[in-house]
């Protein structure tokens, strides 16, 4: 079983930067990729950026540069740093892991809520 835990959210003013963590463990032999989605209050969840294990990278439109998101492969951990905050990403950001079987599995959220 494979267990996801974020951390890292939190309040912020606009202009300002934050850095997601999100820890894998558990029984983790091989996975495709790992990567951030985010949920914002009213709207459906909504892909962020992945990391595969080859070390490509896929952003989403909206973040134009504004975050990346890297790995640490020995600790099986992904982060995601976000620059220039802007109101519009206030969300729970959620790890995801997508096995070598294409199963999903998903953290609980961290909220990350930016004040004007």
């Known amino acids: 079983q494979v267990q996801l835990v974020e951390s890292g959210g939190g309040l912020v003013q606009a202009g300002g930067s934050l850095r997601l963590s999100c820890a894998a463990s558990?029984?983790?032999?091989?996975?495709?990729?790992m990567g951030w989605y985010r949920q914002a209050p009213g709207k459906q969840r909504e892909f962020v950026a992945n990391?595969?294990?080859?070390?490509?990278?896929n952003y989403a439109d909206f973040v134009k540069g504004r975050f990346t998101i890297s790995r640490d492969s020995a600790m099986n951990t992904v982060y995601l740093q976000i620059d220039s905050l802007k109101p519009d990403d206030t969300a729970v950001y959620y790890c995801?892991?997508?096995?070598?079987?294409?199963?999903?599995?998903w953290g609980k959220g961290t909220a990350v809520t930016v004040s004007t």
């Open positions: 995801n892991l997508v096995n070598r079987f294409w199963r999903d599995y």
């Open positions: 558990g029984i983790i032999f091989s996975f495709r990729a």
């Open positions: 990391i595969t294990t080859a070390g490509s990278t």
